[in-house]
């Protein structure tokens, strides 16, 4: 495959050599055929609990030129966001293009718990992958909220809380399985505290049979730490294009070729693909379902009403219930998932899953004021094995796309950012491997 390799240029005007980045060498395996950049798609719908709040400003051009730069990031959401800001910080020329224009697609529709605990619990993924690559995945997801932490204490991020997480037995996970899945954790170094009913019904007013602790996750506004870290990326020389559509991409020998909805084009030595789930043509697909979640979120509550540290809470269910409150006090409840693609079918259940959910979080939080104020639906990839598909795509030379997230968006999209910006500057990550396409049925 091509790499991009650094050397240095003439001086600039300070007297430093400025970093440049330039293709060595080129597969001889062909170049593929155009392809289209993306499908479109009914991201989201209902109205977002984060739309209108006040967030960063990101500086923002028109297409209206061809460009020449090292890599363009198809997609300004939050995975586009964390690619350009790592990009741009290692000193890579990186140009965002958006058809919507930054955060106002799928970023809007998150609930943005920034969770470590990662869809398939630890027991569950080693039957799937084995022992081994099952550690390395839960080990990895932690590193990265770390990550996720620093880069937005560096960026002073506000609406950034830490919170612990509460994950009570359902019908997945019963009590004893909740247990074995505790010791599991606990062995490899994440810090664990099972609860059983009676802990659980004092500490947290909760009736299940068994809960665990976890710790040190993130809450988060989505929007705002998408337009945040854009902002870094602009201020470190990056270009975000808006209201543009990509619409062909084409494998060249100095790099790949995209193709704008009006017919400009920009060339770049590598494309990092960070658009959702609307894949382009000839990603292989096999191991990724589209599935459709609900949320809501409610009227601000007085501390009195709010369970105690406001810890996030999920449930051991299929499909489950996933809570978190707000910097005003709202409570975020969300569920009732779905394997649905279809947008309107999809929209036309916001009323009835609304409903549920309301009636959900009544019975498990009764002191809750369940008045909606705002109610929304949207899509997301999943896999069979909860983790993400990361990597280069096969037949496509220098084009790279994370895909796959489920309900863990934010951290898989910081994981992502490593292994793909890692591979573009010849920093290859230690944990690709148990995401790439040729790898993702394997068990290790």
């Known amino acids: 495959m091509a790499s991009i390799t650094k050397y240095r240029d003439k001086q600039g005007p300070h007297g430093e050599s400025p970093t440049k980045w330039y293709l060595t060498e080129t597969s001889a395996s062909s170049f593929a055929r155009p392809i289209v950049a993306t499908r479109a798609r009914d991201l ?3 109205r977002p609990i984060w739309t209108g709040r006040r967030a960063p400003s990101v500086s923002q051009l028109a297409l209206s030129k061809n460009h020449k730069i090292d890599v363009l990031v198809i997609g300004a959401g939050l995975t586009g966001a964390i ?5 741009s910080s290692a000193g890579v020329e990186v140009a965002v293009v958006d058809k919507r224009g930054p955060a106002r697609g799928s970023t809007l529709a998150s609930t943005a718990l920034v969770q ?11 039957r799937k992958i084995g ?3 099952a550690v390395r995945a839960w080990r990895r997801s932690r590193l990265a909220v770390e990550s996720l932490s620093a880069r937005f204490g560096e960026l002073a991020l506000t609406d950034v809380v830490r919170r612990n997480s509460l994950y009570l037995a359902g019908d997945v996970l019963g009590a004893d399985d909740l247990r074995r899945e505790h010791q599991a954790r606990s062995a490899i170094g994440l810090p664990s505290r099972f609860l059983d009913s009676k802990s659980l019904q004092k500490n947290f007013g909760i009736t299940r049979a068994a809960a665990l602790v976890g710790y040190g996750n993130l809450a988060i506004d989505p929007r705002k730490a998408t337009l945040a870290l854009l902002s870094a990326a602009a201020s470190n020389g990056a270009q975000i294009f808006s209201n543009m559509e990509m619409t062909k991409v084409t494998p060249k020998r100095g790099g790949v070729v995209v193709t704008a909805a009006n ?3 920009i060339q770049c030595a590598h494309l990092v693909f960070a658009t959702g789930y609307e894949l382009p043509d000839g990603v292989p697909h096999d191991n990724h379902k589209i599935t459709s979640t609900w949320a809501i979120a409610t009227a601000p509550q007085s501390k009195e009403r709010l369970w105690p540290g ?6 051991a269910s299929d499909p489950y219930l996933y809570i978190r409150t707000t910097a005003e006090g709202r409570v975020i409840c969300g569920g009732e998932d779905e394997e649905l693609s279809n947008a309107d079918e999809r929209d036309d259940l916001i009323a009835r899953k609304t409903a549920a959910l309301k009636r959900k979080l009544h019975k498990l939080l009764p002191k809750i004021d369940t008045t909606v104020e705002f109610a929304w639906t949207g899509a997301f990839g999943e896999t069979d094995t909860g983790l993400p598909i990361i990597g280069q795509v096969p037949g496509m030379p220098r084009c790279w796309i994370a895909l796959g997230y489920g309900g863990n968006g934010t951290t898989y999209a910081a994981i992502a ?9 010849g920093r290859p990550d230690v944990d690709a491997d148990i995401y790439q396409f040729s790898e993702h049925h394997k068990v290790g």
């Open 310 to 315: 406001e810890c996030m809470i999920c449930e």
């Open 417 to 425: 950012a490593e292994i793909i910006v890692g591979a573009i500057v």
């Open 83 to 87: 690619v350009a800001d790592a990009l």
């Open 131 to 133: 022992k081994r690559n």
């Open 116 to 126: 470590y605990e990662i869809d398939t619990p630890l027991i569950m993924l080693t």
């Open 44 to 46: 989201r719908s209902g």
């Open 263 to 265: 017919d400009c084009r």
